[in-house]
Nanobody, 123 residues
Framework: VQLQASGGGSVQAGGSLRLSCAAS????????MGWFRQAPGKEREFVAA????????YYADSVTGRFAISRDVAKNTVYLQMNSLKPEDTAVYYC?????????????????WGQGTQVTVSS
């Protein structure tokens, strides 16, 4: 599976962005798809995940109520809608695919990674 993330950019606090993650090579309909982020000097952290086949979504506490993950199965693409952005959301955002079906919040369960897209939120 190859993943291509896009949609990052620079916005002011309170603004919105939508990230996209286009998958190729095989269908991701049975995969748990996740978004992670890494700020300078920090470890990569879980942001959101979608278990489409299980009908569940998961969010980090820091983004609950502001971010929404979704999937277009026909386009083999996953999205992350980010609203009410804060300066602390500034990071490189990565999409990833987890073929195991479990551990949606665990980075070790994600075998395939996109290249990352930069999100910068200014105050």
């Amino acid at each position: 599976v190859q993943l291509q993330a896009s949609g990052g950019g620079s916005v002011q606090a309170g603004g919105s962005l939508r990230l996209s993650c286009a998958a190729s090579g095989r269908t991701i309909s049975t995969y748990v798809m996740g978004w992670f982020r890494q700020a300078p000097g920090k470890e990569r952290e879980f942001v959101a995940a979608d278990n489409w086949s299980g009908g569940s979504t998961y969010y980090a506490d820091s983004v609950t109520g502001r971010f929404a993950i979704s999937r277009d199965v026909a386009k083999n693409t996953v999205y992350l809608q980010m609203n009410s952005l804060k300066p602390e959301d500034t990071a490189v955002y990565y999409c990833a695919a987890n073929p195991t079906g479990g551990g949606a919040r665990r980075i070790q369960q994600y075998y395939y990674w996109g290249q990352g897209t930069q999100v910068t939120v200014s105050s």
